[in-house]
């Protein structure tokens, strides 16, 4: 069982610990296993999670690790469209504006 993943994205490496599965049920109503995966906000640092299906043993397999930030500071649809037409160059430093952004409205709250 693979206990910690490397992604490679556009804003560089990330790592995902595997922190244990949780139980679930589908719509259908069959009982199935979710293997709960951990890493660290992009923006603030903190911990987050998702999951994916517990065999899953690719990340090509899942959306569930293209996730770079916590619940609190999800990126908007507008955030996400500067950052995916801006030059493969400068998406690093556009994120880097956006994340500024937040952090300083959430100071001023």
């Known amino acids: 069982m693979i206990e910690v993943l490397t992604v490679e994205g556009w804003n560089g490496e990330r790592q995902w610990r595997r922190v244990g599965e949780v139980d679930h049920v589908t719509r259908d109503g069959r009982s199935v296993k979710l293997a709960q995966w951990e890493s660290a906000c992009t923006i603030c640092g903190g ?38 037409y801006s030059p493969k160059q400068l998406r690093a430093d556009v994120f880097e504006s956006i994340k500024r952004a937040k952090l300083a409205s959430e100071a001023t709250q």
């Not at 999951?51 to 569930?64: D, F, G, H, L, N």
């Open 47 to 84: 911990p987050f999670h998702v999951t994916t299906p517990a065999a899953a043993c690719s990340v090509e397999r899942t959306k569930s690790f293209t996730v770079a930030t916590c619940p609190a500071h999800r990126l908007t649809q507008s955030e996400r469209a500067k950052i995916r």
